[in-house]
């Protein structure tokens, strides 16, 4: 029970009476910063490999939703029904042309814990001439030296994932959560 009284000088000298878990609070606050690290962790690793499914759903599905690829050249594309024993071409089928570049969409963390999603570095087209990495580019902004037109994927897919926002969110989660399984003690936590 707490009580209030006053002393000469006019201040309120409170008496605290502890009650609830005290062991849990103590638990918490010992740990919470391990559990925050975790919770990071954890919560970035699951939003790449999310953002790397979407990113291979959209490839699947001949885009992001609301993104138009163009058709191909009729050059293009006379010489690929040619090259693929005649099977007809979508405006997604650049994205499985070997295949390569749908393998190598990848989620990795670095050294530092940083976690990204998208081509390996070291990947290379199935000629080895070109790195994925600047087939990407070409593909995402076009290239009017080579006369290929732009088939944005990434950038629309990261707005369709909500970006930045929806990590964060998938982050606190995470924090939350580790903070809950360790403790018992459900958290608000904001960004």
């Known amino acids: 029970m707490a009580r209030a009284g006053y002393n000469t000088s006019g201040v309120v000298v ?8 005290w062991a849990k609070a103590s638990q ?15 919560g970035q690793r699951s939003a790449a490999y999310k953002l790397k499914a979407l990113v291979r759903h959209n490839i699947i599905h001949g885009g992001p939703p609301g993104t138009t690829w163009p058709a191909y050249s009729e ?13 007809g071409l979508t405006s997604a ?4 042309k070997s295949g390569a570049y749908f393998r190598n969409i990848k989620a990795w963390r670095t050294a530092q814990g940083s976690w990204f999603v998208g081509l390996t570095p070291y990947a290379r087209t199935a000629n080895g001439l070109l790195s994925l990495s600047t087939v990407a580019r070409i593909l995402e902004n076009g290239s009017d ?3 290929i037109q732009a088939r944005p994927l990434w950038k629309p897919t990261y707005d ?5 926002k929806r990590t964060a ?17 459900r958290g608000k936590i904001t960004a």
């Open 28 to 42: 918490l606050l010992h740990s919470l910063p391990a559990l925050i690290t975790a919770g990071n962790e954890l």
């Open 160 to 164: 369709q994932f909500k970006g930045d």
């Open 145 to 147: 030296l080579r006369g």
């Open 93 to 96: 089928s650049f994205y499985f």
């Open 75 to 87: 050059k293009y594309a006379k010489n690929k029904a040619f090259s693929s024993g005649g099977y």
């Open 169 to 185: 969110g998938i982050i606190l989660w995470h924090i939350r959560n580790q903070i809950y399984i360790a403790t018992g003690v």
């Open 14 to 21: 409170p008496e605290v009476e502890l009650f609830g878990d």
